[in-house]
């Protein structure tokens, strides 16, 4: 059992370093396309958002691009967030209400593009902050692809909690990951936040993806489109990011994970099947193989060896990481006691998610 542990974690430390390397080598040209500006439909569903809408209009009006409008679609806000809407006086803002006989994230995205008017479609959420080059930025690079993903990081705050600097390192950690598995040609994940999609491409996925898997709508979308064509591409401009609020308990960062989990057990793409299962197996596996060296016979020099050529591997990705999307190398200094509560975390959540049903603005799933 031992050795089935090492050739695990060996596996991971082999990919981990590819990965690095890949990290190491990609840079991105910046294009120019600003004499090609495509119509363009930014889609927010929304629910129980009273605190954010007039945030999310203030925005939008600073926006730096000609061709654009704003479709929000209501998934039976039980707050102000309607009698807000109806009090929006942008021409280029129109919103919508979710019919009585759908609900969810999915069917509100999936309602919300039979009103979207533009050649392409972006999708964010509400509590998002972004850039007004945003929109320009990332219009950008739509000769790149059809399906374009691009960053979502924690905004910046005062907090020197360990809870903001571990959700700060982890998000940080899927962006690097998603980037570089993207330009890799592996691409498997994305982020509903902060992408954007031709509009006839999306409308022909929306009608194949099944709505009734709770979360995933944007992991899911990706994975339909994975299916004929692999022309993904990830943009990391700094104007391209969007940022959102860290989580303000330890207890509502991890309902968001479990969420977030929940969704990797319907899983078919054979990418997010060997990634997922590879971190999840080469963490707990760790915690086991401590477990036998330090109780049980075991080969404790080779354990060790191998977790310092982790951590080694990891806080090197880190690091390229930071200085990729342009975040605080002072995250650096917290980095080691974040890699060791990873072990624990990246190995029961998962597991948890397996009992727990998830929620999603004050609504379970079936």
């Not at 999936?110 to 320009?136: M, Q």
């Not at 979502?152 to 959700?167: A, C, G, Q």
């Not at 982890?170 to 592996?186: E, G, R, S, V």
């Amino acid at each position: 059992m031992i050795y089935v542990i090492f050739i695990v974690i060996c596996l991971y430390l082999f990919v981990f370093l590819f990965l690095f390397f890949q990290l190491l080598g990609n840079k991105q040209n910046v294009i120019d396309n600003s004499d090609k500006e495509s119509t363009i439909s930014v889609l927010v569903p929304v629910r129980n958002e009273q605190h954010r809408i007039s945030c999310l209009m203030e925005q939008f009006k600073k926006i730096n691009y000609c061709c654009f409008e704003v479709v929000i679609v209501d998934d039976h806000s039980d707050d102000s967030t309607i009698k807000q809407l109806r009090n929006i006086n942008l021409t280029f803002v129109s919103f919508v209400q979710l019919p009585d006989n759908l609900q969810g994230k999915k069917n509100a995205i999936k309602y919300g593009l039979t009103y979207c008017k533009g050649d392409w479609v972006i999708f964010t959420d509400a509590d998002v902050e972004f850039s007004s080059n945003w929109i320009k930025t990332l219009s950008s690079h739509f000769i790149e692809a059809d399906f374009i993903l691009a960053p979502v990081l924690i905004k910046k705050s005062s907090s020197n909690s360990l809870l903001y600097y571990f959700e700060t390192i982890d998000m940080l950690a899927m962006q690097a990951f998603t980037y570089i598995a993207t330009n890799a040609k592996y691409p498997f994940l994305a982020s509903a936040a902060n992408m954007a999609v031709r509009k006839e491409v999306a409308m022909k996925l929306y009608q194949q993806m099944d709505t009734s898997i709770p979360s995933g709508d944007d992991v899911f979308l990706l994975h339909e489109y994975l299916k004929k064509s692999n022309r993904v591409y990830y943009v990391i401009d700094n104007d391209a990011k969007v940022f959102v609020p860290p989580s303000t308990s330890w207890l509502s960062f991890f309902k968001q994970r479990i969420r977030w989990v929940s969704k990797a057990k319907y899983y078919q793409n054979k990418n997010a099947l060997f990634f997922s299962w590879l971190i999840f197996l080469a963490h707990i596996l760790s915690i086991f193989a401590f477990i036998q060296v330090l109780f049980f016979k075991g080969n404790y020099y080779l354990f060790l060896s191998l977790m310092i050529i982790k951590f080694l591997i990891d806080m090197a990705f880190m690091a390229k990481s930071l200085q990729i999307f342009k975040q605080s190398l002072k995250l650096m200094l917290v980095f080691p006691l974040a890699w060791f509560f990873y072990f624990f975390y990246i190995s029961f959540v998962p597991i948890i998610s397996l009992f727990f049903k998830v929620e999603w603005k004050n609504r379970r799933s079936n």
